[in-house]
Nanobody, 114 residues
C-alpha cells in the first residue's frame, strides 16, 4: 500500500507559475510509472505528464514547453513545475503511480485567473 499526498495548488494569475509536489509514503526508486493527471470542471481526467523508470518523459501537447515533471527519489517525491499558466490549466491535479497496482493521490486544486 502506498499513500500519495499532493500539495502546491492554489490560485494564480495567467502567466504565473506553481510547483506541485506529490509525496509518497514509501520509496519511489523502483516505481515503474509516475504521472500527473488533471480534471477540469465537467471534463474527463486527462494525462498531463508522465515519467517511467527508464527515464522516458512525455507531456500532453497542451503543456509542452511550459510544464516540467521531475522526481527526487531520495525524498520519495515527484514534482510538476508549471510555468506560463493559462486559464485552461484550471482543474484538480492528481498524481498517480503504477507498479503493477495503481495508486492515486487525493488531488490539489489549481485555479488560473485571466
Amino acid at each position: 500500500q502506498v499513500q500519495l499526498m499532493e500539495s502546491g495548488g492554489g490560485l494564480v494569475q495567467a502567466g504565473g507559475s506553481l510547483k506541485l509536489s506529490c509525496a509518497a509514503s514509501r520509496s519511489i526508486t523502483n516505481i515503474i510509472s509516475m504521472g500527473w493527471f488533471r480534471q477540469a470542471p465537467g471534463k474527463q481526467r486527462e494525462l498531463v505528464a508522465s515519467t517511467i523508470h527508464s527515464g522516458s518523459i512525455s507531456y500532453a501537447e497542451s503543456v509542452k514547453g511550459r510544464f516540467i515533471i521531475s522526481r527526487d527519489n531520495a525524498k520519495n517525491t515527484m514534482y510538476l513545475q508549471m510555468n506560463n499558466l493559462k486559464p485552461e490549466d484550471t482543474g484538480v491535479y492528481y498524481c498517480r503511480i503504477a507498479n503493477g497496482i495503481v495508486y492515486w493521490g487525493q488531488g490539489t486544486r489549481v485555479t488560473v485567473s485571466s
